[in-house]
């Protein structure tokens, strides 16, 4: 994948749309660093992650995101993505050989129904693989990979050491008083 406006505040592109979507608009103070803000880096980024780059998916990326984001986060349940998941269809294709499924979309809605499908692959008896940073005052979500399912930082390098660093701090200002 080739990073098309690299910024250090941004993690590199995942393998995954859905990561990549909920990560791509941070607010720093009064800043706003948002890979889809106009519609030239929005057509890049969704080329880079496969797709034709249209207004109609930069329409769609853009209001799946303003979904997504509160819905991982926990602040809104499933029926917010309702829309995307009512433009997926399976359609039988008839062959000489006998049936085949084959998926169907509205291309309208077909870049929040790619993420939500790789949400739905997230979700399992560990619970979701994908979920906001721990640290309290980090944007970025992660995906969780490992067996345990029990990472908490998206980035070790930034948020893990900076949560080390601060109750190493905690502990010391303890022992201290
Ligand atoms: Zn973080």
Known sequence: MVRTSPSESRPLMSASLLLDL?????????EVSDELGDDTAASAWLKAH???????????????REVLVPFLRGETDAIALAPWAGAMRKRAELHDGGIEWVDEVDPALAIG???????????????????????????????????????????????GNREKARRHYARAKLGAA
Do not use: Y
């Open 50 to 64: 496969g797709h034709a780059g249209t207004r109609e998916e930069i329409a769609d990326a853009r209001a799946a």
């Open 22 to 30: 909920v990560n791509s608009r941070l607010v720093l103070g009064d």
């Open 113 to 159: 129904a790619k993420a939500i499908e790789e949400w739905s692959a997230l979700q399992g008896e560990q619970g979701s693989r994908i979920r906001p940073c721990a640290a309290a005052d980090c944007q970025h979500f992660l995906i969780d990979e490992s067996r345990a399912n029990a990472r908490k930082w998206h980035s070790m390098e930034t948020c």
